[in-house]
């Protein structure tokens, strides 16, 4: 058995859970990425056009880091509240190297580091 890999992300942080028959390590990242308020729209359209893409720049930096932290896993795990997984693993399918990896996709809550780790010793059966 290879190395398996869990991510839980949001858009502000993640937790890299690499798990192979004898241990679990993790990495924890921060996105860096501000929060996503209202735009007032006081400059007619045009600055939130410019924010947006900003944003967008941001989170595809950080879709980008985790990718560097990934090497290549033999299985990946994806999990998380919200849009933040669906995206990374849309930014996945773009690597040559990685878009053959099966990749899960679930649905959690905000978990603590102890809980992302039995999680992903759960989904791929690791016993230890």
Known sequence: MGRKV???????????????????????????????????GLEGGRGEKKYEQRHSEQLDRYYDDIISQLGLPDALL?????EAKLELKERLSRSKALS????????ADKLT??????????????VR
């Open 6 to 40: 869990g991510i839980w992300i949001d858009h502000k942080s993640a937790v890299i859970a690499s798990a192979s028959p004898s241990q679990v390590t993790t990495k924890i990242l921060e996105s860096g990425v501000g929060a996503h308020p209202r735009y007032s």
């Open 100 to 107: 053959e990896i099966t990749v899960d996709i679930e649905t």
């Open 113 to 126: 580091e102890p809980q992302i780790v039995a999680k992903v010793k759960e989904h791929f059966g690791i």
């Open 78 to 82: 994806i999990f998380g509240p919200g």
